[in-house]
Each structure stands twice: as C-alpha cells, then as structure tokens.
C-alpha cells in the first residue's frame, strides 16, 4: 500500500495560527498557476480559472500514484494578490483594482512532461475554458509573516492592515512580493464565518534591497 503525503502537515510552510503572526521560511515550490484580473465575487474568469486548475491537479495526483507509486492530497486552492495601490486590500477592499493568480501546489518530482500529459487527459472530456491557460510553474518566496485568519474574506482588512502596518515594520521589515493566500476551506461549501484561510506576505529587511 502507497503511503500517502499531505503536504499540509509536513510542511511548516503550512501551518499558522489565528490571532498570532509568525516569520517563516518559505521554500521554493511548485504550482499550477493561472491568472487574471477583478472581483473575484463577480468575475467570470475566476469561477472559470479554478475550473481549469482543479482537473490537472487530479491527473497529476492519479499519475503519480499509478506510474511512480507516489500518492499525495490534492493540494487547497491559493491565490496570489496584488494591486498598484496595496491599501486596496485594506483600506478601500476595492476589488475591481485586484489582479491575482490562482495556484494549486504539487509536488516537486511533478515535471513539465507529466504536466503537458495531465493537460491533455483533462481536455479528453469535458474540457475546461481556459486550460490552455494553466502553467506549471516554481515560486520563490523566501522570508514571510502569516497568520490564520478564521471568518470572511471581507474580515481579513483588519488584520491585513495590523500585519502591514504593525508587526511588519516593528519587526524592522517591509513588504515585497504579493499578497497570498491560503484557502485551508472551500469557500463554495463553507460558511462565510468558519472560513479558514491562511494570510501570507513576503518582507525583506527594511534597510535591505533584496
């Protein structure tokens, strides 16, 4: 019988805690990936942007297993988030001004040939908009502060706001890189106020230029 890894749980990476931010090393991993632009409660391309991802991770995840007796869980949903003013995110949560990229992580023996095969498998049937769309992809992002936040996307600005405006720079850093993600909840199936969703920002030393 395979062994089956949850990423979740073996990496630190993962784990946060409500009310607490927490500095941690984040090493390079490796997404799916597929961007776009707007309200993410209104816009089309977004719905239409997880339809995409969701069908190759699972390929993915059914290659592994059958051809390298690797097993792992399907990884949660992530975005990355910015805007050219980044108080639209806490501020004004004006979300028409929100550009994101949406990712699903799998594991690093995961290569571009298993990809371009999961991509084809997925368009065999039922074949989504933009899967044309979805890359593979590594992300660096090195040094961050996260935390848990538990309750509505629309609830996270206060602590979007205490995080980039408090213990970031009394830590003596600064913000670089895009805002992330975690969705450790399917916010299609969960209540707005049990919603668990992990907040991520990449910081460098303030007086650094990296």
Known sequence: MTNKTDFKKTLDSYQARRDRFRIVG?????????????DPNTSPA???AAEALYPVAYKLKFASK?????DYVVMPLEGLWWAEDMDAFTAARDKSRWAW?????V???IDQDMFATAVERAAARNRPARLDEVRLETLSEGRC?????????????DVL???????????????????HEI?????RRTAPEKLRTVLRQPVATAASDG
């Open 46 to 48: 977004f719905a239409a």
């Open 101 to 105: 990229t949406l990712m699903i992580m």
């Open 183 to 187: 969705y450790l909840s399917d916010f």
């Open 66 to 70: 059958r051809d390298l007796g690797r």
């Open 145 to 157: 502060v996260q935390t848990l936040h538990v309750g509505s996307f629309d609830g996270e600005a």
């Open 107 to 109: 594991p690093d023996w």
């Open 161 to 179: 706001t205490r995080m980039h405006h408090g213990f970031i720079p009394d830590n003596g850093l600064r913000m670089v890189g895009k805002h």
């Open 26 to 38: 984040v090493p390079d991993l490796r997404y799916l990936m597929i961007d776009g632009h707007g």
